[in-house]
């Protein structure tokens, strides 16, 4: 009996260099180099200090991905690679090491969509998806509500962000309160002793759009009140703050896709990307989902956030289904769609 697919993903669409791999349905591998610390001291991350990084951690990773796995290179099916969206110079460095990797060894590459990947990653951990399904992804650069038939194909985008991303506003709002960078586990932290009703801060709607999501007016919304206290030299509660904050934006997210759901007659919701390490929101999921009748799937924490494991469970897919390998001079591309 032959072992299925054993496939090597790479990552490096923002500040994570990420090697996962994935023989089947099972996880040999995920090995991360972080370059967040670099980048806190600008509060964000700088595109071309997140490209070095990349440079300089890829073969280390991979070769610590193959240790921990016990395989060499030559044990690899195929590669796969986040081919967009994400940062441009940041996605060059991962296509290009993919490309070598597979021309040196004679392997198929396979570049895939990094929201189809953070989809993906969940059959490691709650087995095959059923088709369809909704994905609820939220990250310092994503906000999107999608409706998955299947994971290898076109996915319908049922709403995104207008402007700021889930995770961007948790980090604005964290510098506002003079929390360090990256915000969410701060505000996350911070949250847990604060009053989740001690402010009522708005849940943006846009026009025409149900299923799309606007941050930008409630990062706004906190700092004026921020501000109105510091002027008139009242001290700012900031667990309060963080914790009401913390509510509008989980609030948001999980009614919509729960109304995406219901709308859609779906009976499972995958919820993935960084913010979904967020405590409160993975509660109050739970909660609308249960009292929806709906199946909630989420990931730990550790696969919410970008890595190279959730390539690599697409890649198998990819693989299994007999899909045809992508050519070796694919682009990168930053801005690439769904479908």
């Known amino acids: 009996m032959s072992l299925p697919p054993t496939i090597l993903g790479i ?12 023989r ?35 073969v280390p990773t991979v070769h610590r991905a193959l240790s921990d796995a016990g395989l060499t290179l030559a044990d690899i099916d195929a590669i796969a690679v986040t081919a967009g969206p994400g940062l441009a110079g940041a996605l060059l460095v991962g296509v290009a090491a993919a490309k070598a990797y597979a021309l040196s060894l004679g392997k198929p590459l396979y570049g895939v969509n990094h929201l189809s990947a953070h989809v993906a990653v969940d ?38 962000t207008v402007d700021d991303a ?15 960078f990256p915000g969410g586990p701060y505000i996350d932290r911070a949250a847990t002793e604060g009053d989740a009703a001690a402010i009522d801060f708005p849940r943006g709607l846009v026009r025409d759009s149900p299923y799309s999501f606007t941050f930008s007016g409630l990062k706004t919304a906190v700092a004026r009140w921020v501000e109105a206290k510091e002027r008139a030299g009242e001290s700012v509660p900031v667990n309060d703050v963080a914790a009401s904050f913390q509510e509008a934006v989980a ?30 929101l993975r509660l109050l999921a739970e909660e609308r989902c249960d009292a929806k009748g709906i199946t909630l799937r989420m990931p730990p924490p550790k696969l919410c956030t970008d890595n190279g494991a959730m390539v690599a469970a697409l890649g198998v897919l990819l693989v299994e289904r007999g899909l045809e390998p992508s050519p070796l001079d694919i682009a990168a591309d930053s801005s690439m769609a769904l479908a």
Not at 11 to 22: L, P, R
Not at 126 to 145: E, I, K, R, T, Y
Not at 166 to 180: H, W
């Open 251 to 280: 609030d948001v997210l999980t009614a919509r896709a729960v109304a995406a759901c219901n709308e859609h007659g779906v009976d499972t919701l995958v919820i993935g990307g960084g913010v979904a390490a967020n405590s409160r």
């Open 11 to 22: 990552e490096t669409s923002c500040d994570e260099t990420g090697v996962g791999i994935v």
């Open 123 to 160: 059959r490691l951990v709650h087995g095959d998806l059923p088709q369809p399904c909704v994905a609820l992804l939220v990250s310092g650069g994503h906000s999107s509500l999608l409706l998955v038939p299947d994971v290898t194909g076109p996915v319908e985008s049922l709403g995104a």
């Open 166 to 180: 889930a995770g961007e506003a948790f980090d604005k709002v964290a510098r506002v309160l003079g929390l360090p």
């Open 24 to 58: 089947g349905s099972e996880l040999l591998a995920d090995a991360l180099a972080s370059s967040v610390d670099e980048h806190a001291r600008f509060g964000g991350v700088v595109p071309e200090v997140a490209s070095r990084a990349h440079l300089e951690a890829m």
